[in-house]
C-alpha cells in the first residue's frame, strides 16, 4: 500500500508500506493449528513411552526377588486380570465408533459412543483398585519386596493414567455439548483417540509381561 509525505523541502515522496496478512507467516504458508497440536502430542507420548519403557525395564531386573514372599502365580488371579484386559480393548473399540461419528459430523452419536468408552474405563479402574485391595488385605504391599515394588508401581503410573483419560473425556464430552463438533474439539478428539489408543498397547505389554509371563514362567 503506498501513500504520500510531506518532507522538509516542501517535496512530496510516495511510501510504501506492506500490509501484513494475520493468517500468513514469514514462510508464505497459511496456519494450521492441528499441525502442531498433533506434532506436540506425538512428542508427549514418545515421553510416556520412556517413561513406560523405564518402568518394564525396572520390572524385568527386580521381578524375581520376592525377598521370601509370595510370587505372582502366588497372587494373581488371571481371569479377573483377564476381565479387565478386555474392558479395556472393548473401549478402545467404542472410542473408534466416537471418531466414526465425529467424522459424520453427529455430535450425539459421539458423546453416546464416548460415554460408553467411559464406562468401559471405569469399570477396568474399579477391577484393579479391587486387586490393589486385595493384594493390600493379604499383606502384598509394595514395601514387601522388590517385585511387588516394582509392579505397584508400573501397574499404578498405567492406572493413573487411565484416571486422567477418563477426566479427559468426561471434559471432552461438556465441551461437545457446548460447542459441538469444531475444529478445536474435533483436535482434542483425535489427541484422546491416541493417548486412549496407546493406554490399550501399554496394557497389553503389561498383561503379557507381568501377568502372563509372572503366573506361567
Given at each position: 500500500?503506498?501513500?504520500?509525505?510531506?518532507?522538509?523541502?516542501?517535496?512530496?515522496?510516495?511510501?510504501?508500506?506492506?500490509?501484513?496478512?494475520?493468517?500468513?507467516?514469514?514462510?508464505?504458508?497459511?496456519?494450521?493449528?492441528?499441525?502442531?497440536?498433533?506434532?506436540?502430542?506425538?512428542?508427549?507420548?514418545?515421553?510416556?513411552?520412556?517413561?513406560?519403557?523405564?518402568?518394564?525395564?525396572?520390572?524385568?531386573?527386580?521381578?524375581?526377588?520376592?525377598?521370601?514372599?509370595?510370587?505372582?502365580?502366588?497372587?494373581?488371579?488371571?481371569?479377573?486380570?483377564?476381565?479387565?484386559?478386555?474392558?479395556?480393548?472393548?473401549?478402545?473399540?467404542?472410542?473408534?465408533?466416537?471418531?466414526?461419528?465425529?467424522?459424520?459430523?453427529?455430535?450425539?452419536?459421539?458423546?453416546?459412543?464416548?460415554?460408553?468408552?467411559?464406562?468401559?474405563?471405569?469399570?477396568?479402574?474399579?477391577?484393579?483398585?479391587?486387586?490393589?485391595?486385595h493384594l493390600a488385605h493379604l499383606g502384598a504391599t509394595p514395601q514387601r519386596s522388590a517385585f511387588l515394588s516394582s509392579f505397584f508401581t508400573l501397574v499404578g503410573t498405567h492406572g493413573l493414567h487411565v484416571t486422567f483419560g477418563l477426566i479427559w473425556l468426561v471434559t471432552l464430552v461438556f465441551q461437545l455439548k457446548k460447542h459441538g463438533l469444531n475444529a478445536a474439539n474435533n483436535r482434542r478428539l483425535m489427541c484422546l483417540?491416541?493417548?486412549?489408543?496407546?493406554?490399550?498397547?501399554?496394557?497389553?505389554?503389561?498383561?503379557?509381561?507381568?501377568?502372563?509371563?509372572?503366573?506361567?514362567?
Open positions: 500500500m503506498a501513500h504520500t509525505i510531506q518532507t522538509e523541502s516542501g517535496t512530496t515522496e510516495r511510501v510504501y508500506h506492506v500490509i501484513e496478512d494475520p493468517h500468513a507467516h514469514d514462510d508464505g504458508h497459511e496456519h494450521h493449528p492441528e499441525t502442531g497440536t498433533n506434532l506436540g502430542f506425538w512428542m508427549y507420548l514418545m515421553s510416556d513411552c520412556l517413561i513406560f519403557a523405564i518402568l518394564f525395564a525396572v520390572h524385568a531386573v527386580l521381578g524375581r526377588n520376592y525377598a521370601a514372599g509370595p510370587s505372582p502365580a502366588d497372587l494373581f488371579d488371571l481371569k479377573l486380570i483377564l476381565v479387565a484386559t478386555f474392558m479395556l480393548l472393548f473401549s478402545s473399540i467404542t472410542y473408534g465408533f466416537a471418531m466414526l461419528n465425529s467424522y459424520k459430523n453427529n455430535v450425539r452419536g459421539t458423546i453416546l459412543w464416548l460415554l460408553v468408552t467411559g464406562l468401559f474405563g471405569l469399570a477396568f479402574l474399579c477391577i484393579e483398585l479391587y486387586e490393589f485391595y483417540s491416541m493417548f486412549w489408543h496407546f493406554l490399550d498397547v501399554i496394557w497389553i505389554g503389561v498383561f503379557s509381561y507381568v501377568y502372563l509371563m509372572g503366573v506361567v514362567g
